[in-house]
C-alpha cells in the first residue's frame, strides 16, 4: 500500500516567514508533485519532481521553490510566506508513465 | 487553453436517485481524463480514468469527445457516495502526474 506522507497537517506562519513542507513516499516512485488546493479553484499543480534534482514549474509556480535531495522526499518551500499563500497543500508521487497518483493526507498553512 | 469546469459546485440528492456529475473540457489533443474523490477525513484517491473503461463503486464515465464532456454517472446514489469529487485532464500525454484538475463537485446523499 502506497504510502505518502506530509509531516506537517496544521501550520500557522507569520507574513515573511520562510516555510517548509516535506513530503516523504515509500514505494520507490519517480515522479512527485505539489499541488494547491483552494474552494472554488481545485487542485493547481505548483512543482513536479520526475527524478532527484530535477524539477519543472507547474501552473503557479511563483512564490515557490522546491527541493528533491533524495528520491523519497520532496520540499516545498515558501522563501517568505505571504497571506495568499493560505492553503491546503497536497503532495503526490506516482511511477512514470500513466499510473495513477497517491495523494498525502495534506498540510493546510496559515499565514497571518 | 485546457480547462476543466465542473459547473456544480453541490448536488444534493436523494439515496437511490441517480447521479450525474458534469465535467466539461478544453483540449486541442487527444485527451486522458480521471475522476478523483475526497471522502470526509480522508486523502484525495483515484476513481476511475477513461482509459479503463471500467465501474468502480457503481460509478462509470464516458468520454464525449464531441461534447467534450466526461460526465460520472450512478444510476442508485448511497449515502457512502457522499464526498467531493474532482474532474482531471493530464496535461501530458503519458505522464499522467501533471493534471489539470476543475473547481470539484460536492455530492451529498440524503438517507
Known amino acids: 500500500d502506497v504510502k505518502v506522507t506530509q509531516s506537517s497537517r496544521y501550520l500557522v506562519k507569520r507574513t515573511g516567514e520562510k516555510v517548509f513542507l516535506e513530503c516523504v513516499q515509500d514505494?520507490?516512485?519517480?515522479?512527485m508533485f505539489w499541488y494547491r488546493q483552494d474552494p472554488g479553484l481545485g487542485l493547481r499543480l505548483i512543482y513536479f519532481?520526475?527524478?532527484?534534482?530535477?524539477?519543472e514549474k507547474g501552473d503557479i509556480p511563483e512564490g515557490y521553490s522546491v527541493s528533491r535531495e533524495k528520491k523519497e522526499r520532496f520540499s516545498l518551500i515558501l522563501e517568505s510566506a505571504s497571506t495568499n499563500q493560505t492553503s491546503m497543500y497536497l503532495c503526490?508521487?506516482?511511477?512514470?508513465?500513466?499510473?495513477?497518483?497517491?495523494f498525502g493526507e495534506g498540510s493546510r498553512l496559515t499565514v497571518l | 487553453a485546457q480547462r476543466v469546469t465542473q459547473p456544480e459546485k453541490l448536488l444534493s440528492v436523494f439515496k437511490g436517485a441517480p447521479v450525474e456529475l458534469k465535467c466539461n473540457y478544453s483540449?486541442?489533443?487527444?485527451?486522458?481524463l480521471f475522476w478523483y474523490v475526497q471522502y470526509s477525513r480522508q486523502r484525495l484517491q483515484l476513481l476511475l480514468r477513461?482509459?479503463s473503461r471500467e465501474s468502480i463503486k457503481g460509478f462509470t464515465a464516458d468520454l464525449n469527445k464531441g461534447e467534450t464532456s466526461f460526465h460520472l454517472k450512478k444510476p442508485f446514489a448511497q449515502e457512502e457516495d457522499s464526498a467531493m469529487y474532482y474532474c482531471?485532464?493530464?496535461?501530458?500525454?503519458?505522464?499522467?502526474?501533471?493534471?489539470?484538475f476543475g473547481q470539484g463537485t460536492t455530492l451529498q446523499v440524503k438517507p
Open positions: 503526490a508521487s506516482k511511477t512514470g508513465g500513466t499510473g495513477e497518483l497517491f
Open positions: 514505494m520507490d516512485h519517480e515522479n
Open positions: 519532481s520526475y527524478d532527484v534534482k530535477m524539477k
Open positions: 483540449y486541442s489533443g487527444s485527451p486522458e
Open positions: 477513461h482509459i
Open positions: 482531471a485532464l493530464s496535461k501530458s500525454p503519458g505522464n499522467t502526474g501533471k493534471l489539470i
